[in-house]
Every structure is written in C-alpha cells, then in structure tokens.
T-cell receptor, first 114, second 114 residues
C-alpha cells in the first residue's frame, strides 16, 4: 500500500538550532516527493520537491531535503531555525502524472522556543 | 505570482444542507483537485478533474459529492446533504500538464457542519 509516515508528531527546537524532520514512504513506482508547510490558518505552501537527479534538493526559506532510496526516506533539514518557521510540515508522495492524488503524511508540528 | 484562491474562507452550515465551495485555479492550469483535512488529521485526496470530467476519485468522494467547472475560471465542490463528519478544511489545488506532480494549493475553506 502507498503511504507516507512522519514519525514525529510534534518537535520543539530552539531558535538558531538545526532541524531535521523525518519522512518515510512506501510507494510502488518511482516516487515524486514533496514537502509542504502550513502556517496556522493558511494553506499548503510547497517548500521543495524531488523528481530526479541530485538527491539533495534545496527549497525556499533555507530548507533542504535529501532523498535516500535505500532507506525510503526524504528528510527535511534546516541548519538554523527561525521563530517564523513554527508551523506544520507535511511530506507527500505522488507519481509524475497529472491528475493523480498526492499522498500525505500526518504532519509534524514544529514549535520554536526562544 | 499567480495563486489558487478559494471562497469562502469559512462556511457554517446545518446538517442536511447543501454547500458549494468555490475555487479559482491558476489560469493556465488544466488539472484541478479537491482535498480535505479533518482537524488534527492528514490531508486526504477527494477528487481530480481534467477536461470537464473526473480523472480520479477516492472512496471518500461518494454520491454526496460532486464537482463542476461551470465557467472558464471557477471550480466547485458541492456537498448535497452535509453531515457532521464533513466538517473539515477543504483545499483546492491545480497543476499544469507540464511538470506534472507538483500541485499548487489554495488557502482552504473551513467547513463547519452543526
């Protein structure tokens, strides 16, 4: 079955500290992977995506993610967290085919402490 | 930068009533989607739409739901007789035929069924 697992429901990080959010997937075909962020009361904003090529991808707001096929993982990282990064983060997987559903993880809520 | 818009931002309705949620996808996009997110849960796919017909739908998208592209810009989701369990955030998304897989989400409509 196709699924996305985000093992951490809630993470608290000090401002300025590094961050890693975990994502594991189960997908039959070559996956196309995404990280979205949702701030309170807002929609889903695409942070970054992986389709092919370099397995380390850069996104907006200083985020990056690394695709590891052997571990079926696509973890999101940021070297120095800012208070404005507090939000909910969703990992998603889908095929490279328009019209097909994205499958989302349950999300990880990030809190940033000062 | 073009974006997906949704109206209303919040809708309250009584159980059994019909509701229509509206979306204006990005103008040059051809694939449209509805997702929902029940409070505290993951984002779930409902339906995708292309060329005036449904491309794919989930088991959630039963006969109570319908979608329509009534004109060249709007994309609507109708729930015929709302139930308490339809209370959720509903997201519209779109993507172009090229670069398939990356979906652009609107800010969502929060539907509250009382």
């Amino acid at each position: 079955a196709q699924s996305v697992t985000q093992p951490d429901i809630h993470i608290t990080v000090s401002e300025g500290a590094s961050l890693e959010l975990r994502c594991n997937y189960s997908y039959g075909a070559t996956p196309y992977l995404f990280w979205y962020v949702q701030s309170p009361g807002q929609g889903l904003q695409l942070l970054l995506k992986y389709f092919s090529g370099d397995t380390l991808v850069q996104g907006i707001k200083g985020f990056e993610a690394e695709f590891k096929r052997s571990q079926s993982s696509f973890n999101l990282r940021k070297p120095s967290v800012h208070w404005s990064d507090a939000a909910e983060y969703f990992c998603a997987v889908g095929p490279n085919q328009a019209g097909t559903a994205l499958i989302f993880g349950k999300g990880t809520t990030l809190s940033v402490s000062s | 930068e073009p974006e997906v818009t949704q109206t209303p931002s919040h809708q309250v309705t009584q159980m059994g009533q019909e509701v229509i949620l509206r979306c204006v996808p990005i103008s040059n996009h051809l694939y449209f989607y509805w997702y929902r997110q029940i409070l505290g849960q993951k984002v779930e796919f409902l339906v995708s739409f292309y060329n005036n017909e449904i491309s794919e739908k989930s088991e959630i998208f039963d006969d109570q739901f319908s979608v329509e592209r009534p004109d060249g810009s709007n994309f609507t989701l109708k729930i015929r007789s709302t139930k308490l369990e339809d209370s959720a955030m509903y997201f519209c998304a779109s993507n172009p035929t090229v670069g398939a897989g990356e979906q652009y989400f609107g800010p969502g409509t929060r539907l509250t069924v009382t």
